[in-house]
């Protein structure tokens, strides 16, 4: 019988309090919408929190030895669902991503990284293959690119972007070195860095100095040169066979001035909405942009622009604070759980928060690309809310029976 005392209530406070934070910016981000619809986001947010912590009340009794038995089958089922939301999804500004139930939308997307993770770990616990053994990197790339692909083909840029990151973090954990990490996502670094000729010369020159620091072997060596330099070559065609449109939205991401009305709207106006916010923000409800509609799609993939403007700077590093120190209790866990599946899977689903946490938050300073990845726990959206506290529930559960082998 599961004893509720026991459970980890600090992890479980920080997840409830960035909920509930994510309630009040999602009131306060559309208070003054034109549409009474809009203005009621909050209310079925606060449904949705509801039934999140039912599931996380369900989850949180289940064994996981259930996920690990059923974790393939599991990932089958998710194929299944991303597969049929391409031909019976419901589709909305050209995207294909959620099945509707009336009023409900599901994303079986946000579902597709928990049961990768589940499939992830359960090839991780048990395969007896060396961390660096060919066999075992191709089969775990295999099982993450196809849920991957399926995505991008609705298409979701975003989502499909925290699936390879998925595959690093338990590469990590399951014991590749930092070495093989690095060279694996070389290609993908110089392909970025050949877009201007010094920068790649420079990116060159620290690829040389680490081979050369760290002697892998003339074979390794040889081999990972000639990828990166194989991958820079490419960049020019790459380049030329994007879509215009594509081209602007990169363009805009390094310079948002050169399309002010379109490509570069969104972060020029959540740039000067954080930066009004000042360090003690103009107070709830009270943000001009936010009122006066200047900052679009503020109740879901910006809504930590509304929190820098309306709560200022001190605000923001309360929702930080509460996200590190939810993700340092969950790598604790990680690091002392005697099953390795548990393990895996509490690493797994942090690095979901950690990416998501560092993508939204960079999008709205405007260090990172604008993806559409949701800020967990706080943007609205009942399926990323119940994604959330179903690994809160999870990462909850693996400290609980923590001795279990």
Known sequence: ?????????????????????????????????DSEFAQHYYQRQLIWLAIAIVVFAVVVHLPL?????????????????????????????????????????????????????????????????????KRRLALSFMLTVVPMALILKQPDLGTSLVFPVILLALWFWSGLSLL????????????????????????????????FLLRPGMLFGVSAVVTNLA???????????????????????????????????????????????????????????TRLDFLPERHTDFVFSVIGEELGLWGAMIVITLFTYLLYRAIRIAARCRSRFA???????????????????????GVMPVTGLALPFISYGGTS????WTIVALIVSADYHWQEY
Request: proline fraction near 3%; charge should be positive.
């Open 231 to 289: 991958s820079g070559i490419v960049t020019p065609f790459l380049w030329n066979r994007l879509a215009e449109y594509q081209k602007l939205r990169i363009l805009s991401f390094l310079d948002p001035g050169l399309d002010p009305r379109g490509a570069g709207y969104q972060i020029i106006q959540s740039k000067i909405a954080i930066g009004s916010g000042g360090v003690l923000g103009k107070g709830l409800l009270e943000g001009s942009q």
């Open 180 to 211: 093989h990490l690095f060279l694996i996502i070389s290609p993908l670094v110089s392909l970025l860095a050949a877009s201007h000729w010094l920068a790649w010369a420079v990116y060159f020159v620290v690829l040389l100095s680490i081979l």
């Open 343 to 365: 393990s895996y899977v509490v690493f797994g689903a942090s690095s979901i928060f950690l990416l998501q946490l560092l993508v939204n938050v960079g999008m709205t300073l």
């Open 65 to 133: 030895r259930l996920f690990d038995v059923t974790a393939y089958l599991l990932y089958g089922v998710m194929l299944a669902a991303l597969v049929a939301v391409l031909f019976v999804g419901s589709t909305r500004m050209g995207a294909s991503r959620w099945f509707s139930f009336g009023p409900i939308n599901l994303a079986p997307s946000d579902l597709a990284k928990l049961t990768l993770v589940f499939a992830l770990a359960r090839f991780f616990a048990y395969t007896k293959l060396g961390a660096a053994s």
């Open 1 to 33: 019988m599961l004893k509720y005392s026991d459970l980890d209530w600090k992890l479980i406070s920080s997840a409830l309090a960035l909920s509930l934070i994510g309630v009040l910016m999602i009131m306060s981000a559309q208070y003054h919408a």
């Open 385 to 388: 809310l119940v994604l959330s």
